[in-house]
């Protein structure tokens, strides 16, 4: 087959991510050839998410939007969202649009062999009063569940793999799917029971990604607490000892790790000593908190951990990590909610040194027990809790920020190394009449004469470009900078030259 033209679009999380990058690597090496706009592609792939049901919402948008835009294109939805989409009803009478070729999450791999072979199993015609552009044709559905069930169970690891990353800081996927149902959580359904990546093979990629320039890796995972059951890889803490172990000889110093996402219960003992005892590890935590009552922890089925063993966790790698970047994930407005539970949450919040948030009002998703609860909170009322929640978070990332001005040094994985370019040190995107200062209101003006960031706490930072002067070069890896002023999103910081 001659050359042919595909069109990307990613949903969702980080393990999202890096499927998507498997597939481009893998159409790219077929012959394909990735564009820039759908419609110059022959085929377009949505990868869909469906942890709310606005991930889902916006999958069925981006599909009639894509009909759109690319009446002629191969369209194909897959990702999380895709089954639920076979399920969707249409109200009568509404405009649809569906996909050319439907491919389930336990399927996705089969897209490794190209994007043009239909799958086994029943096709789905679009119901009547479809967009006009839609091609004739119907959507081709991937073989019956119990089939893929039985395929899921002889296949250890889904065989996604890559060799480079589109970010600057590319997601290593180590796991893949779920056990535990959260009762607000469908997970499970979609993306099936939990598989351990071989630690050889994780071993091997992170070590390609850093030897092709990457400073930082994100070790990521649907969940990373069920690595290694049922298997004899040992569980994420041994992982995460292998990894350093393999690693830190070569790139210490020069590349880092950090963790995608992890529970308070797994920062026992042990998870404290692997943390303590790794030298590429970031000091940023980012935790699947959800919430800070035991009563609401409990209606969502994760009574198995307290907020207090995040706080005595927090407490005991203080002196290692005298500053860390703690993240959370949060839902407000969880059925039964009451302004107690509210009130610990904030105070939990209040206690913890942290940093961010990611506060997500409770979404309600068909086919889960919290669906089904009583007590279902108010729209409006989720919203203002939510806005309480931000509020809060923001005012302790803020203080958070200002403490990393006392830094002397800090390293940071800029988001475009590239642009640090020439050797005389003189990137090619600044002109020579830029303004020399960074200051808290200019910083987010002049995108030209900066370029973003992460430090080693998770704070994105604003590179001010050198302009005038000796100018230092940047080379590639982490790069040494100085903080000199706090914006709303994050820290404006000088490189420092290097030795």
Same mark, same amino acid.
């Given at each position: 087959?001659?050359?042919?033209?595909?069109?990307?679009?990613?949903?969702?999380?980080?393990?999202?991510?890096?499927?998507?990058?498997?597939?481009?690597?893998?159409?790219?090496?077929?012959?394909? #050839?990735?564009?820039?706009?759908?419609?110059?592609?022959?085929? #377009?792939?949505?990868?869909?998410?469906?942890?709310?049901?606005?991930?889902?919402?916006?999958?069925?948008?981006? #599909?009639?939007?894509?009909?759109?835009?690319?009446?002629?294109?191969?369209?194909?939805?897959?990702?999380?969202?895709?089954?639920?989409?076979?399920?969707?009803?249409?109200?009568?009478?509404?405009?649809?649009?569906?996909?050319?070729?439907?491919?389930?999450?336990?399927?996705?791999?089969?897209?490794?062999?190209?994007?043009?072979?239909?799958?086994?199993?029943?096709?789905?015609?679009?119901?009547?009063?479809?967009?006009?552009?839609?091609?004739?044709?119907?959507?081709?559905?991937?073989?019956?569940?119990?089939?893929?069930?039985?395929?899921?169970?002889?296949?250890?690891?889904?065989?996604?793999?890559?060799?480079?990353?589109?970010?600057?800081?590319?997601?290593?996927?180590?796991?893949?799917?779920?056990?535990?149902?959260?009762?607000?959580?469908?997970?499970?359904?979609?993306?099936?029971?939990?598989?351990?990546?071989?630690?050889?093979?994780? #071993?091997?990629?992170?070590?390609?990604?850093?030897?092709?320039?990457?400073?930082?890796?994100?070790?990521?995972?649907?969940?990373?607490?069920?690595?290694?059951?049922?298997?004899?890889?040992?569980?994420?803490?041994?992982?995460?000892?292998?990894?350093?172990?393999?690693?830190?000889?070569?790139?210490?110093?020069?590349?880092?790790?950090?963790?995608?996402?992890?529970?308070?219960?797994?920062?026992?003992?042990?998870?404290?000593?692997?943390?303590?005892?790794?030298?590429?590890?970031?000091?940023?935590?980012?935790?699947?908190?959800?919430?800070?009552?035991?009563?609401?922890?409990?209606?969502?089925?994760?009574?198995?951990?307290?907020?207090?063993?995040?706080?005595?966790?927090?407490?005991?790698?203080?002196?290692?990590?005298?500053?860390?970047?703690?993240?959370?994930?949060?839902?407000?407005?969880?059925?039964?909610?009451?302004?107690?539970?509210?009130?610990?949450?904030?105070?939990?919040?209040?206690?913890?040194?942290?940093?961010?948030?990611?506060?997500?009002?409770?979404?309600?998703?068909?086919?889960?027990?919290?669906?089904?609860?009583?007590?279902?909170?108010?729209?409006?009322?989720?919203?203002?809790?939510?806005?309480?929640?931000?509020?809060?978070?923001?005012?302790?990332?803020?203080?958070?920020?200002?403490?990393?001005?006392?830094?002397?040094?800090?390293?940071?994985?800029?988001?475009?190394?590239?642009?640090?370019?020439?050797?005389?040190?003189?990137?090619?995107?600044?002109?020579?009449?830029?303004?020399?200062?960074?200051?808290?209101?200019?910083?987010?003006?002049?995108?030209?004469?900066?370029?973003?960031?992460?430090?080693?706490?998770?704070?994105?930072?604003?590179?001010?470009?050198?302009?005038?002067?000796?100018?230092?070069?940047?080379?590639?890896?982490?790069?040494?900078?100085?903080?000199?002023?706090?914006?709303?999103?994050?820290?404006?910081?000088?490189?420092?030259?290097?030795?």
């Amino acid at each position: 087959m001659s050359a042919w033209k595909f069109y990307l679009v990613t949903f969702g999380c980080k393990v999202n991510q890096y499927e998507t990058q498997s597939l481009r690597e893998a159409w790219l090496a077929q012959g394909g #050839v990735e564009c820039s706009a759908p419609a110059e592609a022959d085929v #377009v792939c949505v990868n869909s998410c469906a942890i709310t049901s606005k991930g889902e919402r916006d999958a069925r948008n981006a #599909v009639f939007r894509l009909r759109r835009e690319a009446p002629s294109s191969r369209l194909i939805l897959t990702g999380c969202a895709a089954r639920l989409f076979a399920d969707y009803k249409p109200r009568p009478g509404a405009i649809w649009a569906a996909p050319d070729l439907l491919v389930p999450q336990e399927e996705k791999s089969r897209l490794l062999h190209g994007p043009w072979a239909d799958l086994d199993g029943e096709g789905i015609t679009p119901p009547a009063g479809e967009l006009e552009a839609t091609p004739p044709a119907a959507t081709v559905a991937a073989a019956n569940p119990a089939q893929t069930e039985a395929q899921a169970s002889q296949q250890a690891f889904p065989p996604f793999q890559i060799s480079a990353f589109k970010r600057a800081r590319p997601v290593l996927k180590v796991q893949d799917g779920c056990a535990h149902r959260c009762t607000y959580c469908i997970v499970p359904s979609t993306r099936g029971k939990p598989r351990s990546r071989p630690v050889d093979e994780i #071993v091997s990629e992170a070590r390609r990604l850093l030897q092709a320039g990457h400073a930082e890796i994100m070790v990521s995972g649907i969940n990373l607490g069920q690595y290694g059951r049922g298997t004899d890889t040992g569980d994420f803490w041994n992982l995460l000892r292998t990894l350093d172990a393999a690693l830190a000889p070569e790139f210490a110093g020069q590349a880092r790790l950090r963790i995608s996402s992890l529970e308070p219960g797994q920062l026992d003992q042990q998870g404290l000593d692997a943390l303590l005892a790794c030298r590429m590890l970031c000091p940023h935590l980012h935790i699947s908190l959800q919430h800070g009552s035991q009563a609401v922890l409990k209606r969502m089925g994760r009574g198995h951990y307290t907020p207090t063993m995040l706080e005595h966790a927090v407490s005991a790698l203080a002196s290692h990590w005298p500053i860390m970047g703690l993240g959370a994930d949060i839902i407000a407005g969880f059925p039964g909610e009451t302004e107690d539970d509210m009130r610990q949450l904030l105070e939990l919040i209040d206690r913890l040194p942290m940093s961010y948030a990611h506060v997500f009002p409770y979404s309600r998703r068909p086919g889960t027990a919290a669906d089904r609860f009583d007590g279902q909170i108010p729209h409006s009322l989720k919203l203002e809790r939510a806005a309480r929640l931000r509020e809060a978070v923001g005012c302790k990332q803020q203080a958070f920020l200002a403490e990393q001005l006392k830094l002397p040094r800090m390293l940071v994985a800029a988001d475009n190394p590239q642009a640090f370019a020439d050797s005389t040190g003189v990137p090619a995107n600044v002109s020579a009449d830029a303004p020399a200062a960074p200051t808290p209101e200019s910083a987010g003006k002049n995108k030209k004469n900066s370029v973003k960031g992460v430090n080693e706490y998770y704070a994105a930072c604003s590179i001010r470009l050198p302009t005038q002067g000796k100018r230092p070069v940047a080379d590639a890896g982490l790069l040494p900078a100085r903080p000199v002023a706090v914006t709303e999103k994050g820290l404006v910081v000088e490189l420092i030259e290097q030795k």
